[in-house]
C-alpha cells in the first residue's frame, strides 16, 4: 500500500468548504459609479438624529473597553417590549446570534431546517458547524408549516424561520407560528428572525416574543440595521429562556457591540417618532411601488406581496431578471439579483426615498417597453 503523501498546509474541515460565502447587495455599478443603492434594504430616511448625537459623543471614550454586559441597552429593549432584561442578548447585527443558535444547539451530523427562499446566513450558519441544512419547501415564496414539519426527524436541532421573510418579503400570521412551535419537539429550537418586524402594523405582530418569553425552546433575534438605521454599528438582539441565552452567552464574543454603538442603539429605540414615520413611508411607498408592479402585469412582472421595506419581483415575461438587473444598474439603480438562492427570475427592490422609488419603477416601465 502507496503512504499518502504528508500534509504541506492546515486543511479546513470539509463542510467549510462546502461554504457559499455570503454575497452582500452592491454598492457601486460595474464602472464603479456611485448611484441608489436599493440592494440592502437600508433606511431611505437615515437614522434617528438623536441617535447620530450619542454616537457622536461617545467619541471621545476610544481607549475603554464597551460594557461587555450591555446593561443600559439591554434594559432599554426590556422596557420598550416589556421582556426581562436577564433574558436580553445582544450581538454583532442578528447574524451574530443565528450563528450562535447553529453552534450552541447542533453540530455534525444534526440537521437545521429552513425554508426554501430563506436567509442565506441560515445556510452558512448550518455549515459552519458542520450540521446538515434541510430545505423545506415553500408555498407560493411563503414559509409552508406543514413542510417545514413534514422536514422533521430525530436529528433536526434548529429551525431557523424569517417573519416577514427575507428575500421574498411574505410573512406568517401568528397561528401559523403558533401551530410550527406546537408542532416541533420540545427539543428542537425554534429561531424567529424578526429582523423586518418593526414594518409590519401592530395588528400583524406574530407573538414571537411572547412564544419567547413563555417558551423553552423559542429564540427571537431582531436588529438595529433596517427600520433604525443603525446598519453601519451591527448590532443585535435576541430573547429567549434563560437556559438559552446562558447557552449562547457561553459563546459570544465578549465586548461585540462597542459603546458608540451602545449609545446609538440606546437613542434609536427610544427615537419612537424616526421609526413610526419610517414605517409610515415604507408602507405608502411599498403599496405604490406594488401598484406600479401590477400595472406592468400584462409583460410579466408580479410582485410577490411584501411585509418588509422591499418587494420581491419576479419576471415572467420577454423582460428577464438578469436584463433588468443590468438595464436597472445603467440607468443608475442598484438592486438585488439572487440567482445563488435560487431565485434567477426575481429582483428583490429595497422601498427607497420618494424620488429613488419613483425613479426605479420610471426606469423597470421603460425597460419593459423597450423589451417589447
Do not use: C
Amino acid at each position: 500500500m502507496t503512504a499518502s503523501p504528508p500534509l504541506t498546509a492546515p486543511v479546513p474541515k470539509p463542510w467549510i468548504l462546502d461554504i457559499a460565502p455570503y454575497v452582500p447587495g452592491r454598492s457601486t455599478t460595474d464602472d464603479g459609479r456611485v448611484v441608489a443603492k436599493l440592494s440592502s434594504n437600508e433606511n431611505p430616511l437615515g437614522t434617528s438624529p438623536h441617535a447620530v448625537a450619542a454616537f457622536a459623543s461617545a467619541r471621545g471614550s476610544l481607549e475603554r473597553y464597551p460594557d461587555a454586559s450591555a446593561v443600559a441597552l439591554r434594559e432599554t429593549i426590556a422596557a420598550a417590549f416589556d421582556l426581562d432584561p436577564a433574558r436580553v442578548l445582544y450581538g454583532t447585527g442578528s447574524d451574530e446570534i443565528l450563528h450562535l443558535a447553529a453552534s450552541a444547539f447542533a453540530g455534525p451530523g444534526d440537521e437545521i431546517i429552513h425554508v426554501r427562499y430563506g436567509f442565506a446566513v441560515y445556510d452558512i450558519a448550518t455549515r459552519r458547524v458542520g450540521a446538515i441544512p434541510v430545505v423545506a419547501p415553500d408555498r407560493d415564496y411563503a414559509t409552508d408549516v406543514d413542510a417545514i414539519l413534514a422536514a422533521v426527524t430525530d436529528r433536526t436541532r434548529v429551525v431557523f424561520v424569517a417573519n416577514p421573510n427575507n428575500p421574498t418579503g411574505t410573512f406568517t400570521a401568528r397561528e401559523e407560528i403558533a401551530r410550527l412551535h406546537a408542532g416541533l419537539p420540545p427539543t428542537v429550537l425554534l429561531v424567529l428572525d424578526q429582523a423586518y418586524a418593526e414594518y409590519l402594523d401592530a395588528a400583524d405582530d406574530d407573538a414571537g416574543l411572547e412564544l419567547a418569553s413563555n417558551s423553552h425552546n423559542v429564540l427571537v433575534t431582531r436588529t438595529f440595521s433596517k427600520i433604525h438605521g443603525l446598519a453601519a454599528e451591527r448590532i443585535g438582539w435576541g430573547y429567549a429562556s434563560d437556559a438559552i441565552i446562558d447557552a449562547l452567552h457561553r459563546i459570544r464574543a465578549p465586548f461585540n457591540v462597542t459603546i458608540a454603538g451602545q449609545a446609538a442603539a440606546i437613542a434609536a429605540m427610544r427615537d419612537t417618532g424616526f421609526v413610526d414615520s419610517t414605517r409610515d413611508h415604507n408602507t405608502h411607498w411599498r403599496t405604490w411601488f406594488e401598484g406600479e408592479i401590477a400595472s406592468m402585469g400584462n409583460a410579466g412582472l408580479k410582485a410577490v406581496p411584501s411585509k418588509a421595506n422591499f418587494v420581491l419581483v419576479l419576471f415572467e415575461g420577454r423582460l428577464s431578471a438578469e436584463a433588468a438587473y443590468t438595464g436597472l444598474m445603467d440607468a443608475g439603480y442598484i438592486v438585488r439579483w439572487l440567482p445563488g438562492q435560487g431565485l434567477p427570475q426575481a429582483l428583490r427592490i429595497t422601498i427607497g426615498t420618494e424620488g429613488e422609488t419613483r425613479g426605479v419603477a420610471a426606469a423597470l416601465r421603460a425597460l419593459v417597453e423597450q423589451a417589447g
